[in-house]
């Protein structure tokens, strides 16, 4: 079964520091999703990624899946206290065509200190 | 809009106890899910299912069941309700091709 792997689990940056997150996965990645997660609240979609060496990015939140498709990437630039949170990189195994039965990694817990 | 809504949002049960969990979602998706949280970790898919009528099995679906009537419910049942059951538990639901949105979760505590 696919596995996904983030690093670091937590993580403490003054604000205004840039800062990136990684997300590994023992398979090649068909979908790979970032959420955001609120302490005690729901998910937030932030973005999907499907090709090979595709980048998104979405005001300062940039996201990258690397050429072969099994490591990805959330780069955060200039963090504020709005960026705390815990994120989530989910995968999309492909066994089953658009039914995105994700597997999730365990989390980076993010803290932004003033 | 209201999105995916569930509830309740706090529940706490004795053990052997049932209960249902209800997910609703207003988007017209044909897509919809059921994970589990436990504390510190990611999530784990328990059930999905891609339209009316049609569910599987995800990746932890021991002492759970789903049901699919309509495209808009998608309830979760635990029938006797265990310890390792505790967990903060989300629905979600989805386009085809297109990203999950997720409900607001329930608590849920067995002692």
């Known amino acids: 079964s696919q596995e996904l792997e983030q690093s670091p689990q937590s993580l403490i940056v003054q604000e205004g520091k840039n800062l990136t997150i990684n997300c590994t996965s023992s398979?090649?990645?068909?979908?790979l999703y970032w959420y955001k997660q609120k302490y005690g609240e729901g998910l937030i979609f932030l973005m999907m990624?499907?090709?090979?060496?595709e980048e998104k990015s979405h005001e300062k939140i940039t996201a990258k899946l690397d050429e072969k498709k099994q490591q990805s990437s959330l780069h955060i630039t200039a963090s504020q206290p709005s960026h705390a949170g815990i994120y989530l990189c989910?995968?999309?195994?492909?066994?089953?065509?658009?039914?995105?039965?994700?597997?999730f990694g365990q989390g980076t817990r993010l803290t932004i200190n003033p | 809009n209201a999105g995916v809504t569930q509830t309740p949002k706090f529940r706490i049960l004795k053990i052997g106890q049932s209960m249902t969990l209800q997910c609703a979602q207003d988007m017209n998706h044909n897509y919809m899910y059921w994970y589990r949280q436990d504390p510190g970790m990611g999530l784990k898919l328990i059930y999905y299912?891609?339209?009316?009528?049609?569910?599987d099995k995800g990746e932890v679906p021991n002492g759970y069941n789903v049901s699919r009537s309509t495209t808009e419910d998608f309830p979760l049942r635990l029938e006797l309700a265990a310890p390792s059951q505790t967990s903060v538990y989300f629905c979600?639901?989805?386009?085809?091709?297109?990203?999950?949105?997720f409900g607001p979760g329930t608590r849920l505590t067995v002692l």
């Open positions: 979600a639901s989805a386009r085809l091709w297109n990203e999950q949105f």
């Open positions: 299912s891609v339209g009316a009528g049609i569910t």
């Open positions: 398979k090649t990645l068909y979908g």
């Open positions: 989910g995968a999309d195994g492909g066994e089953v065509q658009g039914a995105q039965k994700l597997v």
């Open positions: 990624l499907q090709k090979g060496g």
